[in-house]
């Protein structure tokens, strides 16, 4: 179990949009705290915030579906259907777990987990086999305008295995300079530091959540999102 940059948040974004394409009323339940809830509000889904089990007991009967990003934050949900979103790896011990690896718990010990979804990147090779294939959209700024490809630009990202968006902004830009930031990380004041440079700076959609409307406006500031092209 990755401690971060499985992929939760846009994968419980598709799944909630194909379930209410289905008819279903859904409802997201995630920590107050980090870029989740702010980014599932823009996206104009019903989220709540706060303890999980709580939220449960308060919404059972209200919606058709609850779904728990990032679930394993509680696993008193014991009658939850669980996915694990897994990206290859696999804590086997200690050396696996977080501060020494990169998962924050041993895969032995989740016996509860009823879905296992191999994850990748749209241009990986592992993308031909993959159940869930994960792609970069160009990056847009509030006119609506694309980067054009090629670019210089200054990157930065605040999020968990920032490697991955890097990499895919590399495959059509050339990045000039860039930032990487603690995940959950407030990009504001870095975001305004870039400028000064004259470069068109490109952060996630995660991170641009948390920016001033002043920011977003700036017509060199370009925000690029994540989304599911197969499931």
Known sequence: MLAGGAGKTPYTAFLTERLKLQGLSVAILCKNTGDENLWFAKKGFEVFTGNRLELCKKLDGKFDI??????????????????????????????????????RSLWKDHPEIGCVKKCTMEWEESAKTADIVFSMRPPVNASGEILPQSSEIFAIAGIARSQRFFSGLQRNYRIAKKMDCPDHFNVQKKVEYALKFGLPVVLTEKNAVRLPERLLENKRVFVCGMGVIND
Do not use: K, M, Y
């Open 66 to 103: 609850l779904i728990s990003d990032d679930g394993l934050e509680d696993r008193r949900l014991s009658h939850a259907f669980w996915v694990c979103l897994t990206w290859g790896e696999q804590a086997e011990g200690l050396r696996d777990i977080i501060p020494h690896g990169n998962c």
